[in-house]
């Protein structure tokens, strides 16, 4: 696959400042293990391409230095580092025990706040370590009352509160298993979820806001309680204030004030390293959601990596970062924690109607140093026409972005509207290794439009078509070499085969994740989305983020998708959807500004067949664009057979995608 625009060296469009990036956690790890460890070719502190070389080339040195680095608190020792290095099945600290939620509450200062809890009215209040310990401790002994016990489960069904990290952190002290999902989710999608981990108990809240409105869960979480026949309990969160129902569900209902305010000693369970964690899953757009399931080991050390390290998070740092409970981003601010940070929790819009620039004044008001989104919320507030900088956000330092690739038309509008001394940090990662494969670091300058560099301890490449790794070219986004979070295994998949389906079917042995990438010379990392949504015109493979940043970037257009749909005729259909702004409609002078934007800013090849207005594009729960179902839906497969409605954010969609499918293909069958 030939790259659609090559990239060679330019200026950075920002750079560290030199003393601030000597100041920095990182430079300060690097001299680290200089003195310490056998680090060769380290000769700058500040020097990331060299530091990052020597974490993949020295693995088992590189992660014993994270370690010890941050001092991990095991109750035994490990034996060695890298016992197998194999994917999938890398044995990683062999016999060590310790337990996340220990490290999570170590560092915490007793009067300091450890968690902000916010909402979209502007309201909040805060959480000191020594409370945060206290609510820990008085729920793991109601959860233990309750017949909680190392390997259980306990599932949440939560808005991004302050109960939910409290319930997650008490069943980890367990060595129990913790999994969540957010209230927008139905019951039956939820349950799709939960009833494969069969869990003793449920934590559920009264309900969320979202956009000025109090969304009721009660009755969806009797019904999801309903449909988990192994609990023992039903915790009842009195989060917005609605009368608590009576009864319903399956065993006993507890109201949270009953688990959350005892005066209990915290008792920590120590697990091994690979025992797990808690269970992520898969959007479940195509089917039965995968479960993921991830260690207290590879999670403790990959998340004081990404965070303590890459994002430079430490005691008095506070981390905003906009997610629902399901995205794995909720996993990382739940991590924050682990570096003696505070992180906020945000229940509500991201840009309510009535406050939509809410969350630059939380974050101004509370002097948020690590500011989190998404490309979608940054492009959105700049045609909202939003001024974050009438707020004080000198606090600022990064403002993190992930979820898609982000445009470098996002970059100005940042230093412009935000902060010129900001750093803006576009990372990319999964849900499967609860972290990024790249993103930036203080010490790293950014390109706009580009990532800075892959992760430290992530052996990335880019393979081409042959297998082989390609530079300045574009490529499969691979890793050749494991990470100490990568899963345990799938949930309910005895044998593994789900497991090395999804990641090693097309290398053997070397994780394959399904993103198009371009490694480049000056050391950045390029996403051009999905591999499984490729566009593939006359053999030429395309990146449809390519097409997107570009679309996206007209004030007249919200939001854009293209598809390339192989026909059966062997033609090839290439169409672009675009979601109109407020008053915009599609005619041929419109279509024609996209093509010629197409043109310039991409090529002649990326010029789609057909311009299309729709009024929304569908999305995961997490935000992400359904690329492959809607060309399945177009190509005429069976909505039932391509999406699980629970799973998308617009169940309406997958009709109408059908039927514009339907309609084309019977013109096609006409006119042949």
């Known amino acids: 696959m030939n790259a659609p625009h090559p990239a060679p060296y330019r200026e950075p469009f920002f750079t560290p400042d030199p003393e601030s990036a000597a100041r920095s956690r990182i430079a300060d790890f690097a001299r680290w293990v200089v003195q310490h460890r056998d680090a060769e070719g380290i000769q700058d502190p500040t020097d990331y391409r060299a530091l990052h070389h020597w974490s993949v080339t020295d693995l088992e040195e590189f992660w014993a230095a994270v370690w010890n680095y941050f001092g991990i608190d095991a109750t035994t020792p490990y034996e060695r580092v890298l016992a197998e290095e194999t994917m999938p099945g890398a044995r990683w600290f062999p016999g060590a025990t310790l337990n996340y939620a220990h490290h999570a509450l170590r560092n915490l200062q007793p009067d300091a706040p450890a968690i902000t809890a916010l909402d979209e009215t502007g309201a909040g209040y805060e959480i000191t370590g020594r409370e945060l310990r206290a609510r820990v401790a008085s729920v793991a002994a109601s959860l233990r009352d309750l017949g909680v016990g190392q390997g259980d489960r306990v599932v949440g069904y939560l808005p991004n509160t302050p109960h939910a990290i409290i319930a997650f952190l008490a069943t980890a002290s367990l060595g129990a298993v913790w999994s969540v999902c957010g209230q927008d989710y139905a019951p039956k999608a939820a349950a799709d979820r939960f009833a494969q981990l069969e869990p003793t108990v449920l934590i559920t809240a009264d309900g969320y806001l979202f956009n000025g409105a109090t969304h009721d869960r009660r009755a969806a979480s009797l019904e999801l309680a309903a449909a988990l026949p192994t609990l023992k309990a039903t915790v009842l969160v009195d989060h917005v204030g609605l009368a608590r129902p009576k009864s319903g569900g399956s065993g006993l209902m507890v109201p949270w004030e009953d688990l959350a305010t005892r005066a209990e000693y915290l008792t920590i369970t120590p697990v091994p390293f690979d025992h797990p964690l808690w269970v992520v899953f898969s959007s479940g757009t195509t089917g039965v959601p995968k479960g993921i399931v991830h260690g207290h080991g590879g999670v403790l050390l990959e998340h004081l990596k990404m965070l303590g390290l890459q994002s430079d998070l430490g005691t008095g740092d506070r981390l905003l970062w906009y997610t629902t409970t399901h995205w794995m981003m909720w996993n990382l601010v739940v991590s924050t924690l682990l570096t003696g940070a505070t992180t906020c929790t945000y229940d509500g819009s991201p840009a309510p109607q009535a406050r939509p620039d809410i969350l630059w004044e939380l974050a101004a008001r509370h002097k948020v140093t690590l500011f989190g989104t998404s490309p979608q919320y940054l492009l959105a507030m700049a045609k909202l026409g939003i001024e974050p900088s009438v707020h004080d956000l000198s606090a600022i330092r990064v403002i993190g972005c992930t979820g898609s690739a982000l445009p470098a038309s996002a970059y100005s509008w940042v230093h412009d509207h935000v902060g010129a001394g900001i750093q ?19 010490t790293t300058p950014v390109w706009a439009g580009e990532l800075s560099a892959p992760s430290l301890g992530v052996a990335l490449a880019a393979y081409g078509e042959t297998g082989t790794p390609v530079l300045d070219q574009v490529g499969e986004l691979v890793v050749t070499r494991p990470m100490p979070s990568m899963p345990l295994y799938f949930w309910n998949d005895p044998d593994g085969s789900r497991y090395r389906d999804a990641y090693f079917g097309a290398y053997p042995g070397v994780w394959r994740h399904g993103d198009w990438i371009t490694l480049t010379s000056h050391g950045s990392v390029i996403v051009h989305g999905r591999s499984d ?19 996206e970037h007209l004030t007249e257009i919200t939001e854009a998708l293209v598809i390339g749909a192989e026909e059966p005729d062997g033609g090839y259909w290439m169409p672009l959807f675009v979601v109109l702004a407020d008053g915009v409609g599609l005619d041929d002078s419109l279509r024609e500004k996209i093509r010629d934007a197409i043109r310039a800013g991409a090529s002649p090849r990326h010029v789609p067949d057909e311009i299309l207005a729709v009024p929304a594009l569908p999305h995961t729960k997490t935000g992400k664009k359904l690329e492959v179902p809607v060309k399945r839906l177009l190509q005429g497969a069976p909505a039932e057979q391509v999406l699980n409605p629970a799973a998308v954010d617009n169940p309406d969609l997958i009709a109408y995608f059908a039927r514009l499918g339907a309609e084309r293909n019977k013109r096609s069958a006409h006119d042949t």
Do not use: Q, Y
């Not at 803006?424 to 203080?442: E, K, N, R």
């Not at 593939?536 to 390519?546: I, T």
């Open 424 to 442: 803006l940090a576009s990372s990319s990662g999964g849900t499967d290794v609860v972290s990024a494969f790249a993103g930036s670091a203080t």
């Open 533 to 551: 949504a490729t566009l593939n015109r006359n053999g030429v493979r395309l990146g449809s983020a390519d097409i997107h940043d570009i679309v």
